[in-house]
C-alpha cells in the first residue's frame, strides 16, 4: 500500500483534480459534443421499427460472441498458434478508440445484414495503405459503401477525430468489402424481407389511423343539401358538434330528433395480419431460424442447425474477406490466416460434461487443464495436466506425450503407481519406509518366500514390490 506521502504526491481525483482548474461558466472546447453516441450503428428503411430488429440484433450478438483472430497454421491447416498482431488485437480486445473487439464484430454484422454490403476500412496503419500491400492494423471501423468504382470505393465512415461521418475514396485491395451471404433473402427490393418490412409498415400505419381519436361519424341532416345555402347550414351543424366534443370534459353533444349518426371506425375484415404471418412464417424457414432461437427456449440440435446454417456463413464471409485483404501472399505462404472459432460446449448441459470430459481426455483429444478452464477452474501446476495421455493407462519407460501449452513435449513422468508397484516418495511413503528399512538378508528372504527360486534380475518392479509387502520379519 502506498505511504501517505506517495499519495498526497501523486494521488487523483475526477473532481478535484482537474487541468486546468475551471468554474461552471468557464467554456473549454473538447471539439465535437453529442447527447448520444455518434458512432452506433442506425438501421434504415425503418427496419428499427419492427420485428427484423429483433432478428438482426439476435444474429449479431450471436457472430460477436465467436472469437475470431490471425493463427499460424500447421503443414496441414490446423491451428497451430495466434499471431500476436495489430489485427488481431483489433478482433479480439480493441478495435478502435471507440468499440471493443466484440462490439465492432456485432456492428459489423448488423450493418452487413441492413446495409446487405459495408466495408471494414483500416483506420490507423503503421504504413499508407494506398502504397504498400504490407502494413499492421492498429485500428479499423465499419463503413458503408455509397459510391462504386472499377479499382475504388467511396466509404461513409465514422472520424473519431471529428467526432462525425466523412466520406473517403479507398482502394479496393487495401479495404475488406463483403456482401451479406443472404442478399437475395434479405436485401433484395422484392425478396421476403422487404415485402414483410412493407407488410408491417402497413399495418403500422392502420394503427396510428385508429389511434389518432377521429370519431369517423356520418350525420344525416332532416334536409336535403343540394343547394349551397343548406350546404352552409350543414357546414355550421358539423362545426357545433365539433365544438360540442372538444369543448366538454367527457366528450358529450347533443343532437336532434331527427338526425341520425352513422360510426364508420368499425373493424374491417382484411387478410394482412394473415399476409404477416405467412411472410414471417416464410422468412424464417429460407433463413433456418425459428421462434424458440429468438425467445431463447431452443434445444441443442435446433442451435445447431442455426449455427451451421446462419452464423457460420455469414462469419465465413468475413475471415475470407480479411484474408484476401488483410494478408499478403506472403503471410499466406507462410501458413497464416485469420480463422474464427466456436465454443462446442456452449450447449452443454452441466449434467453431460463429466462424460464428456472422460472421452475427451481418455482419448487424448484435450488435456486436464484444458477441461478445467471449459468448467470454469483454474488450471493446475502440473505438467501432467497439460498431457495429452490416457490417465487410465501406465506410462511405459521412456514413452512421451503431446503438451498442449505450445512448448516441447517433455517426457512424461512415470505413471502413478497402483497396487504391486513400487512407488515413490509422493505416492506410497509407508511402502518406501518399510523398504528402506529391511537389510539386504532380509530382502532377499523376503524375496524367496515370494519367489522362490527366481533370481532378482528375473523379477519385475511390481512383484518386488509386492514381495516387499507381504514380508514379515520372523
Not at 503503421?126 to 463503413?143: A, E, H, P, Q, T
Not at 424481407?193 to 381519436?213: C, P
Request: glycine share 4%; with cysteine.
Amino acid at each position: 500500500m502506498p505511504s501517505l506521502t506517495d499519495r498526497l504526491k501523486h494521488a487523483w481525483n475526477a473532481f478535484m483534480n482537474r487541468d486546468p482548474p475551471r468554474s461552471p461558466h468557464t467554456f473549454v472546447d473538447y471539439g465535437f459534443s453529442s447527447s448520444y453516441k455518434p458512432d452506433r450503428p442506425r438501421l434504415t428503411r425503418g427496419n428499427e421499427r419492427t420485428i427484423i430488429t429483433t432478428i438482426y440484433n439476435r444474429i449479431a450478438v450471436d457472430c460477436a460472441a465467436v472469437t475470431i483472430k490471425q493463427v499460424n497454421l500447421d503443414d496441414a491447416g490446423r491451428y497451430k498458434s495466434t499471431v500476436d498482431s495489430g489485427l488481431t488485437n483489433c478482433l479480439t480486445l480493441s478495435a478502435n478508440k471507440d468499440q471493443t473487439g466484440r462490439a465492432f464484430i456485432q456492428d459489423t454484422v448488423l450493418s452487413l445484414l441492413d446495409e446487405g454490403n459495408i466495408a471494414i476500412v483500416p483506420v490507423d496503419t503503421d504504413k499508407d495503405i494506398r502504397k504498400v500491400d504490407k502494413y499492421d492494423i492498429l485500428s479499423m471501423r465499419v463503413g458503408k459503401v455509397t459510391e462504386w468504382h472499377p479499382d475504388y470505393v467511396r466509404v461513409r465512415l465514422y472520424n473519431d477525430r471529428t467526432g462525425q461521418y466523412d466520406e473517403v475514396m479507398l482502394p479496393k485491395r487495401s479495404v475488406s468489402i463483403i456482401e451479406n451471404p443472404f442478399y437475395s433473402v434479405m436485401n433484395e427490393p422484392n425478396s421476403v424481407l422487404q415485402r414483410l418490412i412493407r407488410k408491417l409498415s402497413l399495418l403500422d400505419a392502420i394503427d396510428e389511423q385508429s389511434g389518432a381519436g377521429k370519431l369517423d361519424l356520418i350525420i344525416q341532416l332532416p334536409y336535403t343539401i343540394k343547394t349551397q345555402a343548406r350546404r352552409d347550414q350543414a357546414e355550421l351543424r358539423k362545426k357545433d358538434i365539433e365544438m360540442q366534443l372538444a369543448g366538454s370534459k367527457y366528450g358529450i353533444a347533443y343532437i336532434d330528433s331527427t338526425e341520425h349518426i352513422t360510426q364508420l371506425n368499425r373493424s374491417v375484415d382484411n387478410n394482412l395480419l394473415s399476409q404477416i404471418e405467412y411472410l414471417t412464417n416464410v422468412l424464417y424457414s429460407q433463413l433456418g431460424i425459428t421462434t424458440s432461437i429468438l425467445d431463447g427456449t431452443a434445444d441443442e440440435k435446433t442451435m445447431l442447425n442455426y449455427e451451421n446454417h446462419i452464423i457460420v456463413p455469414i462469419l465465413s464471409a468475413i475471415v475470407d474477406e480479411m484474408n484476401r485483404k488483410f494478408l499478403t501472399e506472403k503471410d499466406r505462404k507462410k501458413n497464416q490466416a485469420v480463422m474464427f472459432f466456436r465454443d462446442p460446449f456452449k450447449l452443454v448441459p452441466i449434467s453431460n460434461l463429466a462424460d464428456i470430459a472422460d472421452k475427451f481426455t481418455r482419448n487424448e483429444i484435450m488435456s486436464s487443464n484444458e477441461i478445467r478452464q471449459i468448467a470454469g477452474l483454474p488450471p493446475v501446476d502440473s505438467e501432467l495436466a497439460n498431457q495429452l495421455r490416457n490417465k487410465n493407462l501406465n506410462a511405459t519407460d521412456g514413452q512421451t506425450f503431446a503438451s498442449t501449452t505450445g512448448e516441447d513435449s517433455p517426457t512424461s513422468e512415470p505413471s502413478a503407481p497402483t497396487e504391486g508397484t513400487i512407488p515413490d516418495s509422493e505416492v506410497d511413503a509407508e511402502l518406501e519406509q518399510k523398504a528402506n528399512s529391511l537389510t539386504d538378508e532380509q530382502l532377499a528372504e523376503a524375496l524367496e518366500q515370494m519367489y522362490p527360486g527366481v533370481s532378482i534380475d528375473e523379477l519385475t518392479d511390481e512383484q518386488i514390490a509386492e514381495a516387499i509387502r507381504q514380508y514379515s520379519p520372523q
